[in-house]
């Protein structure tokens, strides 16, 4: 749907004007951040596409006929660091879904493997993304589709770009109607189940029943598909592997790295056991929050938008590169802001949530707190406000009533 002219035209393209300037800054520096992965690493530490080599390794196992001597952190450091010059071992903590999709590159060389990787992910990304999102000049798309989240991502080499390609696929779906993208953008989030968790929520909470029945179904054949190649034992061994994952999040030594309540507040001094139980009860407004959004009905964006936003906050474990459903939101946003106009402080929040993914860690480590999970709070806000203005008729699903609330 192209985006019509509004009365106040002429202010908020002004404003977009100057939100397209900070974007274009956005994307040279979500470049620039990458540029030391580029370099490669030193010390020990991965260089560009790090991360990728932890999932080849597994795969080069399980051609191997040894999947799970992923779970030996000796077996996987010995080619992690033949891959990609690995000092300190990245520990395997993934389920056999995602193992099942990476094994199939391990095939391949190394370098091969991350550059097909790295295309296939972006190449799927850019399409859910302009599935989601509708038409869009060029230039404007690109910013959204090459925003410094995606930029994290690529850089070391992450799965982000696959599990927000999916949401985007779900919702598209939602939007449109279509349960078999439903189905397969929700169901295959079983690679990283943990980041899809509020879809089924969306989905109940606005009566799609079929298309919940549709994604699990999806979810349980992709279950059933690992376990006939890795075997039961597989499961077993992730379950006894939660406790070493528990304390590696509990130690602090990855909470700079991820962009939860959790971490942030315990990065900030508060007690981890205090931390988790503000997560869980800000975890439990954000299922009633979506829950909320999706039952009632109202303009599809804000809505969308708020369940992306919501994806990375939801779970105590979720990182940096994992914000790429975030650059989807504001794509949405950006969408709502076209028709209807936006304040100043929306667009400082929104501003900020796109430029802030590549400086999380290092602010983390300067402030003393996590700061994309305070951001991703803020544009929640934004997204109620929106949810619950003036609607656009051509914006509500089919067979809803939207409600219509204040503008202030």
Not at 149 to 176: D, F, K, P, S, Y
Not at 208 to 225: F, L, M, N
Request: glycine content about 12%; charged content about 10%.
């Amino acid at each position: 749907m192209q985006p019509d002219d509004s009365p106040a035209t002429t202010a908020l393209e002004s404003r977009l004007a100057t939100l397209g300037r900070v974007f274009i800054l956005a994307l040279a520096l979500g470049v620039l951040a990458c540029l030391p992965m580029l370099a490669g690493g030193s010390g020990g530490v991965p260089g560009f596409g790090g991360d990728f080599s932890a999932f080849w390794s597994a795969g080069r196992l399980a051609l191997e006929g040894r999947p799970l001597a992923a779970f030996d952190p000796d077996t996987l450091l010995e080619l992690e660091r033949q891959a990609a010059g690995i000092g300190d071992v990245l520990l395997w903590h993934y389920p056999p879904t995602w193992h099942l999709a990476v094994t199939p590159f391990a095939r391949l060389s190394y370098p091969v493997a991350l550059v097909l990787f790295l295309a296939l992910s972006l190449g799927l990304w850019a399409a859910a993304l302009r599935r989601l999102g509708g038409p869009l000049p060029g230039p404007v798309f690109a910013a959204f589709a090459l925003a410094p989240a995606v930029w994290i991502t690529v850089g070391q080499g992450q799965n982000g770009l696959l599990t927000g390609a999916l949401a985007c696929l779900a919702l598209a779906g939602m939007r449109e109607g279509r349960t078999g993208w439903i189905a397969l953008g929700a169901g295959l989030l079983v690679i990283k189940p943990h980041l899809g968790l509020l879809l089924p929520v969306a989905l109940l909470a606005s009566g799609q029943v079929r298309e919940t029945a549709a994604a699990a179904a999806v979810a349980v054949a992709g279950i059933a598909v690992s376990l006939a190649a890795f075997g039961p034992e597989y499961w077993r061994m992730l379950a006894a592997d939660g406790p070493a994952l528990g304390a590696a999040m509990w130690s602090g030594d990855l909470w700079d790295q991820q962009v939860t309540p959790f971490a942030a507040l315990a990065r900030a001094g508060l007690a981890p056991g205090a931390a988790l139980a503000v997560h869980l009860v800000l975890a439990v407004g954000l299922v009633a929050l979506v829950w909320r959004l999706w039952r009632f009905g109202g303009a599809f964006e804000p809505r969308a938008a708020a369940l992306l936003l919501a994806t990375p906050l939801l779970p105590p474990y979720a990182f940096h590169y994992d914000l790429c459903t975030t650059a989807a939101a504001l794509l949405l946003l950006y969408r709502h802001i076209r028709r209807t106009g936006a304040g100043r402080a929306e667009l400082a929040v929104l501003s900020a949530l796109f430029l802030a993914p590549p400086f999380h860690r290092p602010l983390s480590e300067a402030l003393g707190i996590g700061v994309m999970a305070p951001l991703l709070l803020l544009g929640l806000w934004v997204c109620w406000r929106r949810a619950h203005s003036a609607v656009d008729p051509r914006d509500v699903l089919d067979g809803e009533t939207s409600e219509v609330g204040s503008t202030a």
